[in-house]
């Protein structure tokens, strides 16, 4: 868990436990009806911090530069723009798309813009897969939320898929270098 995240979640953790250590007889005693505000007002605080928990751990990892960790965590179910989900990296856009049989060479993610958007990359190495094999596994991969990919076969071999959504642009790349199929894998915020 990152270091951001871990001070988030130690903020939220003080301001839960503080209504909650008053109604329990730390601090300053309230009388009657204040007492029993306050013990709500504990009860709301702990399920608001239970939400919060459970929102920073589907949240995208954070770098040290502020920008989420491309292929990180599964993004939440349905995306809270308040929190930032919405530039969640894809469902599709995992370190583990192509399965174990993967390396992962590198990952990269630009600086955000001025609106906070970015882009993002991840190289594999598929030393059991074919290009044409490769550009199959990436053209379904996306198929569910990029329904206009176009695929384009290279001079020297290599096939580029392009599409993209309302939210996004994606490139994919599958060719072959020293014998073995290499894929990259982006996207783009539009």
């Known amino acids: 868990m990152s270091s951001l995240r871990l001070a988030w979640l130690g903020s939220l953790w003080i301001l839960a436990l503080a209504p909650a250590c008053q109604s329990k ?19 709301q605080a702990g399920a608001a911090m239970s ?43 995992r370190k583990t798309m192509f399965g174990e049989g993967a390396k992962v060479l590198d990952t990269k993610r630009s600086q955000a813009d001025d609106q906070g958007r970015f882009s993002s990359l991840i190289r594999f190495e598929l030393s059991d897969m074919t290009v044409e094999a490769c550009a199959d596994h990436l053209e379904q991969k996306v198929a569910g939320e990029v329904s206009n990919v176009q695929r384009e076969v290279q001079a020297d071999g290599r096939i580029q898929l392009e599409g993209s959504t309302d939210r996004y642009s994606l490139t994919f790349i599958c060719g072959e270098a020293k014998g073995k199929t290499i894929a990259y894998v982006s996207y783009q915020w539009t």
Request: charged share 20%.
């Open 25 to 43: 007889g730390v601090g300053p005693s309230p009388t009657g009806t204040q007492a029993e505000g306050k013990q709500v007002e504990g009860k």
């Open 51 to 93: 939400q919060a928990v459970s929102a920073a751990d589907a949240a995208p990892e954070v770098s040290a530069a502020g920008s989420p960790e491309p292929g990180s965590a599964e993004p939440p179910a349905e995306p809270d723009k308040a929190l930032g989900a919405h530039l969640a990296d894809p469902r599709w856009y």
